[in-house]
Protein backbone atom coordinates (compact mmCIF):
# COMPACT_ATOMS: atom_id res chain seq x y z
CA UNK A 1 0.00 0.00 0.00
CA UNK A 2 1.20 3.14 -1.33
CA UNK A 3 1.51 6.20 1.71
CA UNK A 4 -1.03 7.57 0.75
CA UNK A 5 -3.53 5.35 -0.42
CA UNK A 6 -6.33 5.11 2.48
CA UNK A 7 -8.42 2.42 0.82
CA UNK A 8 -7.61 -0.55 -0.56
CA UNK A 9 -10.09 -2.74 -2.27
CA UNK A 10 -9.21 -6.45 -3.10
CA UNK A 11 -11.09 -8.99 -5.22
CA UNK A 12 -14.18 -7.96 -3.58
CA UNK A 13 -17.49 -10.03 -4.17
CA UNK A 14 -20.64 -10.53 -1.97
CA UNK A 15 -23.64 -12.79 -2.97
CA UNK A 16 -26.99 -12.43 -1.77
CA UNK A 17 -28.22 -16.17 -2.14
CA UNK A 18 -27.41 -16.95 -5.24
CA UNK A 19 -27.29 -13.18 -7.05
CA UNK A 20 -23.83 -12.12 -6.93
CA UNK A 21 -24.03 -8.31 -6.27
CA UNK A 22 -20.35 -7.76 -6.56
CA UNK A 23 -18.31 -9.52 -8.50
CA UNK A 24 -14.11 -9.54 -8.22
CA UNK A 25 -14.24 -5.92 -7.30
CA UNK A 26 -10.67 -4.00 -6.88
CA UNK A 27 -9.51 -0.34 -6.47
CA UNK A 28 -7.74 1.87 -4.67
CA UNK A 29 -8.44 5.30 -3.21
CA UNK A 30 -5.40 8.30 -2.04
CA UNK A 31 -5.76 10.97 0.34
CA UNK A 32 -6.96 14.40 -1.71
CA UNK A 33 -8.99 12.01 -4.12
CA UNK A 34 -12.91 12.40 -4.70
CA UNK A 35 -13.75 8.51 -6.22
CA UNK A 36 -17.28 8.99 -7.85
CA UNK A 37 -18.91 5.58 -8.07
CA UNK A 38 -21.02 5.19 -10.98
CA UNK A 39 -24.38 2.81 -11.73
CA UNK A 40 -27.60 1.82 -12.47
CA UNK A 41 -30.17 0.58 -10.07
CA UNK A 42 -29.44 -2.43 -8.78
CA UNK A 43 -25.50 -2.49 -10.06
CA UNK A 44 -23.82 -3.03 -6.46
CA UNK A 45 -22.77 0.56 -5.70
CA UNK A 46 -24.88 0.81 -2.21
CA UNK A 47 -23.90 -3.06 -1.47
CA UNK A 48 -20.10 -2.30 -2.04
CA UNK A 49 -20.25 1.04 0.32
CA UNK A 50 -21.98 -0.90 3.21
CA UNK A 51 -18.97 -3.44 2.95
CA UNK A 52 -16.33 -0.52 3.22
CA UNK A 53 -17.79 0.67 5.65
CA UNK A 54 -17.89 -2.34 7.83
CA UNK A 55 -21.64 -2.52 8.15
CA UNK A 56 -22.03 -5.46 5.82
CA UNK A 57 -19.92 -8.39 5.05
CA UNK A 58 -18.11 -9.72 2.04
CA UNK A 59 -18.40 -12.89 0.51
CA UNK A 60 -15.13 -13.18 -0.85
CA UNK A 61 -11.80 -10.28 -1.02
CA UNK A 62 -10.46 -8.02 1.38
CA UNK A 63 -10.57 -3.99 2.40
CA UNK A 64 -7.73 -2.26 3.83
CA UNK A 65 -8.88 1.06 5.54
CA UNK A 66 -5.81 3.44 6.43
CA UNK A 67 -3.29 0.33 7.17
CA UNK A 68 -6.06 -1.72 8.95
CA UNK A 69 -8.18 -4.77 7.38
CA UNK A 70 -11.31 -4.41 7.82
CA UNK A 71 -11.89 -8.33 8.62
CA UNK A 72 -8.77 -8.57 10.78
CA UNK A 73 -9.32 -5.62 12.41
CA UNK A 74 -12.63 -4.32 12.21
CA UNK A 75 -12.71 -1.74 15.24
CA UNK A 76 -9.50 0.11 13.86
CA UNK A 77 -10.36 0.02 10.37
CA UNK A 78 -14.36 1.54 10.73
CA UNK A 79 -12.88 4.20 13.04
CA UNK A 80 -10.85 5.52 10.08
CA UNK A 81 -14.24 5.95 7.94
CA UNK A 82 -17.15 8.28 8.04
CA UNK A 83 -20.27 6.90 6.54
CA UNK A 84 -23.53 8.81 4.98
CA UNK A 85 -25.59 5.86 4.07
CA UNK A 86 -28.22 6.57 1.51
CA UNK A 87 -30.76 7.49 4.42
CA UNK A 88 -28.94 9.49 6.63
CA UNK A 89 -29.18 8.13 10.30
CA UNK A 90 -30.74 11.21 11.94
CA UNK A 91 -32.74 11.69 15.28
CA UNK A 92 -35.50 14.34 13.92
CA UNK A 93 -36.52 14.94 17.52
CA UNK A 94 -32.66 16.19 18.63
CA UNK A 95 -30.72 19.28 18.32
CA UNK A 96 -28.61 19.44 15.85
CA UNK A 97 -26.29 19.72 18.95
CA UNK A 98 -27.89 17.10 20.64
CA UNK A 99 -27.27 14.88 17.84
CA UNK A 100 -23.46 15.82 16.84
CA UNK A 101 -22.35 15.56 20.15
CA UNK A 102 -23.90 12.05 20.28
CA UNK A 103 -22.49 11.32 16.92
CA UNK A 104 -19.20 12.30 18.71
CA UNK A 105 -19.26 10.11 21.31
CA UNK A 106 -20.44 6.89 18.93
CA UNK A 107 -17.15 7.80 17.59
CA UNK A 108 -14.62 7.75 20.41
CA UNK A 109 -14.21 11.47 20.46
CA UNK A 110 -12.63 11.90 24.16
CA UNK A 111 -15.27 13.79 25.78
CA UNK A 112 -12.67 17.12 26.28
CA UNK A 113 -12.74 17.79 22.64
CA UNK A 114 -16.00 16.97 21.75
CA UNK A 115 -17.06 20.92 21.55
CA UNK A 116 -14.63 21.69 19.68
CA UNK A 117 -15.14 18.56 17.55
CA UNK A 118 -18.94 19.54 17.01
CA UNK A 119 -18.13 22.97 16.25
CA UNK A 120 -15.23 22.12 13.61
CA UNK A 121 -18.06 19.93 11.35
CA UNK A 122 -20.66 22.43 11.88
CA UNK A 123 -18.35 25.46 10.45
CA UNK A 124 -17.38 22.97 8.09
CA UNK A 125 -20.64 22.12 6.75
CA UNK A 126 -21.86 25.69 7.18
CA UNK A 127 -24.37 24.48 10.26
CA UNK A 128 -23.53 27.38 12.36
CA UNK A 129 -26.57 28.92 13.89
CA UNK A 130 -28.82 25.75 13.32
CA UNK A 131 -27.05 24.45 16.17
CA UNK A 132 -30.48 24.75 18.67
CA UNK A 133 -32.86 23.89 16.01
CA UNK A 134 -34.71 20.46 15.65
CA UNK A 135 -33.42 18.33 13.29
CA UNK A 136 -37.08 17.63 12.04
CA UNK A 137 -37.77 21.23 11.18
CA UNK A 138 -34.62 21.83 8.88
CA UNK A 139 -34.83 21.88 5.31
CA UNK A 140 -33.59 18.76 3.53
CA UNK A 141 -30.20 20.38 2.35
CA UNK A 142 -29.64 21.75 5.55
CA UNK A 143 -30.45 17.76 6.83
CA UNK A 144 -28.21 16.22 4.51
CA UNK A 145 -25.47 18.93 6.23
CA UNK A 146 -25.90 17.32 9.34
CA UNK A 147 -25.74 14.09 8.11
CA UNK A 148 -22.19 15.12 6.63
CA UNK A 149 -21.07 16.46 9.70
CA UNK A 150 -22.36 13.56 11.73
CA UNK A 151 -19.60 11.68 8.99
CA UNK A 152 -16.46 14.06 9.43
CA UNK A 153 -17.14 14.34 12.81
CA UNK A 154 -14.34 12.64 14.06
CA UNK A 155 -11.98 13.85 11.28
CA UNK A 156 -11.74 10.33 9.60
CA UNK A 157 -9.57 9.87 6.71
CA UNK A 158 -11.60 8.55 4.53
CA UNK A 159 -15.63 10.03 3.76
CA UNK A 160 -18.20 7.62 2.42
CA UNK A 161 -21.19 9.40 1.12
CA UNK A 162 -24.16 6.70 -1.16
CA UNK A 163 -26.55 9.26 -3.21
CA UNK A 164 -25.80 12.75 -0.91
CA UNK A 165 -27.80 15.08 -3.38
CA UNK A 166 -30.81 13.11 -3.72
CA UNK A 167 -33.98 14.91 -2.97
CA UNK A 168 -32.18 18.42 -2.91
CA UNK A 169 -33.09 21.38 -4.95
CA UNK A 170 -30.78 22.96 -7.64
CA UNK A 171 -29.12 25.75 -5.16
CA UNK A 172 -28.70 22.87 -2.38
CA UNK A 173 -27.37 20.30 -4.82
CA UNK A 174 -24.78 23.39 -5.43
CA UNK A 175 -24.09 23.76 -1.88
CA UNK A 176 -23.39 20.02 -0.80
CA UNK A 177 -21.56 19.49 -4.20
CA UNK A 178 -18.94 22.23 -3.10
CA UNK A 179 -18.98 20.97 0.17
CA UNK A 180 -17.82 17.33 -1.15
CA UNK A 181 -14.96 19.28 -3.11
CA UNK A 182 -13.69 20.97 -0.04
CA UNK A 183 -13.40 17.66 1.53
CA UNK A 184 -11.80 15.67 -1.04
CA UNK A 185 -9.22 18.20 -0.19
CA UNK A 186 -8.32 16.71 3.68
CA UNK A 187 -10.15 13.48 3.52
CA UNK A 188 -10.27 10.45 0.98
CA UNK A 189 -14.12 10.60 -0.41
CA UNK A 190 -15.95 8.05 -2.43
CA UNK A 191 -19.48 9.43 -3.85
CA UNK A 192 -21.81 6.86 -4.79
CA UNK A 193 -24.27 8.75 -7.42
CA UNK A 194 -26.16 7.88 -10.95
CA UNK A 195 -26.15 11.22 -11.51
CA UNK A 196 -23.23 11.89 -14.27
CA UNK A 197 -22.83 15.64 -13.61
CA UNK A 198 -22.58 15.63 -10.28
CA UNK A 199 -19.31 13.25 -10.64
CA UNK A 200 -18.13 15.46 -13.39
CA UNK A 201 -18.62 18.79 -11.14
CA UNK A 202 -16.70 17.02 -8.36
CA UNK A 203 -14.97 13.69 -8.58
CA UNK A 204 -10.89 13.22 -9.47
CA UNK A 205 -11.90 9.80 -10.97
CA UNK A 206 -14.63 7.97 -12.14
CA UNK A 207 -15.68 3.83 -11.43
CA UNK A 208 -18.24 2.52 -12.99
CA UNK A 209 -20.26 -0.86 -11.97
CA UNK A 210 -22.44 -2.40 -13.55
CA UNK A 211 -24.05 -5.58 -12.64
CA UNK A 212 -21.58 -5.92 -10.07
CA UNK A 213 -18.24 -5.90 -12.04
CA UNK A 214 -16.29 -2.64 -12.51
CA UNK A 215 -16.41 -1.77 -16.06
CA UNK A 216 -14.36 1.65 -16.33
CA UNK A 217 -11.84 2.73 -13.73
CA UNK A 218 -10.32 6.52 -14.65
CA UNK A 219 -9.22 9.85 -13.54
CA UNK A 220 -11.64 12.64 -14.88
CA UNK A 221 -8.23 12.94 -17.59
CA UNK A 222 -8.35 9.74 -18.75
CA UNK A 223 -12.84 9.97 -18.90
CA UNK A 224 -12.08 13.26 -21.18
CA UNK A 225 -9.83 11.28 -23.36
CA UNK A 226 -11.80 8.66 -23.35
CA UNK A 227 -14.85 10.93 -24.38
CA UNK A 228 -12.56 12.87 -27.11
CA UNK A 229 -10.90 9.13 -28.66
CA UNK A 230 -13.37 6.43 -28.55
CA UNK A 231 -15.54 7.55 -31.63
CA UNK A 232 -15.09 8.85 -35.31
CA UNK A 233 -18.01 10.53 -37.82
CA UNK A 234 -17.53 9.97 -41.10
CA UNK A 235 -18.92 10.53 -44.55
CA UNK A 236 -19.47 8.75 -47.59
CA UNK A 237 -21.01 9.94 -50.57
CA UNK A 238 -21.00 6.48 -51.70
CA UNK A 239 -21.72 4.97 -48.46
CA UNK A 240 -20.46 0.94 -47.55
CA UNK A 241 -22.47 -1.45 -46.27
CA UNK A 242 -22.83 -0.75 -42.41
CA UNK A 243 -21.02 -4.62 -41.61
CA UNK A 244 -17.80 -3.36 -43.88
CA UNK A 245 -16.98 -0.60 -41.11
CA UNK A 246 -17.76 -3.09 -38.53
CA UNK A 247 -15.00 -5.53 -39.63
CA UNK A 248 -12.39 -2.72 -39.25
CA UNK A 249 -10.08 -3.77 -36.46
CA UNK A 250 -10.94 -1.62 -33.20
CA UNK A 251 -14.45 -0.75 -34.15
CA UNK A 252 -17.12 -1.92 -31.73
CA UNK A 253 -19.87 -0.54 -33.64
CA UNK A 254 -21.45 1.76 -36.40
CA UNK A 255 -24.52 3.90 -36.28
CA UNK A 256 -26.06 5.13 -39.27
CA UNK A 257 -27.38 8.21 -39.91
CA UNK A 258 -28.57 10.83 -42.98
CA UNK A 259 -26.75 11.92 -46.21
CA UNK A 260 -24.09 8.66 -45.95
CA UNK A 261 -23.05 9.60 -42.46
CA UNK A 262 -22.24 6.91 -39.99
CA UNK A 263 -20.73 7.16 -36.34
CA UNK A 264 -17.96 4.58 -35.65
CA UNK A 265 -17.47 3.69 -32.12
CA UNK A 266 -13.76 2.41 -31.13
CA UNK A 267 -11.60 0.86 -28.82
CA UNK A 268 -9.61 3.72 -27.10
CA UNK A 269 -6.74 2.72 -28.06
CA UNK A 270 -7.52 1.54 -31.65
CA UNK A 271 -8.55 4.53 -33.69
CA UNK A 272 -9.36 2.94 -37.48
CA UNK A 273 -9.31 6.08 -39.45
CA UNK A 274 -6.41 4.77 -41.51
CA UNK A 275 -8.17 1.68 -41.87
CA UNK A 276 -11.45 3.73 -42.62
CA UNK A 277 -9.10 5.85 -45.33
CA UNK A 278 -8.30 2.85 -46.87
CA UNK A 279 -11.47 1.38 -47.58
CA UNK A 280 -12.51 4.46 -48.74
CA UNK A 281 -9.45 5.07 -51.36
CA UNK A 282 -10.05 1.23 -52.61
CA UNK A 283 -13.85 1.61 -53.09
CA UNK A 284 -14.02 4.96 -54.08
CA UNK A 285 -16.29 5.29 -51.67
CA UNK A 286 -16.31 9.45 -52.03
CA UNK A 287 -15.49 10.09 -48.26
CA UNK A 288 -16.27 14.15 -47.99
CA UNK A 289 -15.83 14.18 -44.04
CA UNK A 290 -14.46 12.81 -41.55
CA UNK A 291 -13.70 14.11 -37.49
CA UNK A 292 -13.04 12.52 -33.65
CA UNK A 293 -16.26 12.38 -32.02
CA UNK A 294 -16.87 13.37 -28.62
CA UNK A 295 -18.61 11.13 -26.25
CA UNK A 296 -20.51 12.56 -23.27
CA UNK A 297 -20.56 11.08 -20.12
CA UNK A 298 -23.71 9.72 -20.03
CA UNK A 299 -22.78 7.93 -23.53
CA UNK A 300 -20.23 6.31 -21.98
CA UNK A 301 -22.11 4.89 -18.92
CA UNK A 302 -24.71 3.77 -21.86
CA UNK A 303 -22.56 2.24 -23.84
CA UNK A 304 -20.68 0.57 -20.51
CA UNK A 305 -23.75 -0.55 -19.21
CA UNK A 306 -26.40 -1.64 -21.99
CA UNK A 307 -23.49 -1.88 -24.86
CA UNK A 308 -25.33 1.20 -26.14
CA UNK A 309 -24.13 4.62 -27.14
CA UNK A 310 -27.40 6.37 -28.21
CA UNK A 311 -26.22 9.14 -30.51
CA UNK A 312 -23.14 11.50 -30.23
CA UNK A 313 -22.75 15.11 -29.50
CA UNK A 314 -20.36 18.05 -29.95
CA UNK A 315 -18.00 20.16 -28.16
CA UNK A 316 -21.41 21.22 -25.46
CA UNK A 317 -22.76 17.53 -24.67
CA UNK A 318 -27.03 17.42 -24.08
CA UNK A 319 -28.07 15.59 -21.01
CA UNK A 320 -31.85 14.69 -20.03
CA UNK A 321 -33.50 16.64 -17.52
CA UNK A 322 -33.21 13.35 -15.54
CA UNK A 323 -29.98 13.10 -15.05
CA UNK A 324 -29.11 16.66 -15.16
CA UNK A 325 -30.38 17.54 -11.85
N1 LIG B 1 -30.43 -7.48 1.34
C1 LIG B 1 -30.54 -7.92 0.10
N2 LIG B 1 -31.04 -9.13 -0.19
C2 LIG B 1 -31.13 -9.60 -1.45
N3 LIG B 1 -30.72 -8.92 -2.54
C3 LIG B 1 -30.21 -7.69 -2.33
C4 LIG B 1 -30.11 -7.14 -1.02
N4 LIG B 1 -29.55 -5.89 -1.14
C5 LIG B 1 -29.35 -5.70 -2.46
N5 LIG B 1 -29.73 -6.77 -3.16
C6 LIG B 1 -29.63 -6.94 -4.63
O1 LIG B 1 -28.26 -6.78 -4.98
C7 LIG B 1 -28.12 -6.03 -6.19
C8 LIG B 1 -27.27 -4.79 -5.94
O2 LIG B 1 -28.01 -3.92 -5.08
P1 LIG B 1 -27.42 -2.52 -4.56
O3 LIG B 1 -28.43 -1.95 -3.62
O4 LIG B 1 -26.04 -2.74 -4.05
O5 LIG B 1 -27.35 -1.69 -5.91
P2 LIG B 1 -27.20 -0.12 -6.14
O6 LIG B 1 -26.21 0.02 -7.24
O7 LIG B 1 -26.89 0.57 -4.87
O8 LIG B 1 -28.67 0.28 -6.64
P3 LIG B 1 -29.52 1.64 -6.41
O9 LIG B 1 -28.89 2.70 -7.26
O10 LIG B 1 -30.89 1.22 -6.93
O11 LIG B 1 -29.51 1.95 -4.94
C9 LIG B 1 -29.54 -5.73 -6.64
O12 LIG B 1 -29.91 -6.72 -7.58
C10 LIG B 1 -30.37 -5.84 -5.38
O13 LIG B 1 -31.70 -6.23 -5.67
Same mark, same amino acid.
Given at each position: ?119 ? &? ?43 ? /? ?10 ? &? ?19 ? /? ?14 ? /? ?110
Amino acid at each position: MSHNTLVEIRNLSRFYGALQAVRDVSFTIRQGEVLGFLGPNGAGKTTTMQIISGNLAPSGGSVTIAGHDLLEDPRAAKSQIGYLPEQPPLYRELTVDEYLDYCAALNHVPRARRVQARDN &AKERCGLHGVGRRLIGNLSKGFQQRVGIAQAIIHLPPVVILDEPT /VGLDPIQIREIR &ALIRELGKEHGVILSTHILPE /VQATCDHVQIINKGEL /VLNESIEGLEHHMKSASLTVAFHRPPAQAALEKLPGVKSVRLEKEGRMHVFHEPEKNPTDDILRLAVDNNLGLYEIRPGRLSLEQIFLELTTGVADGIVNETPAIPAELAT
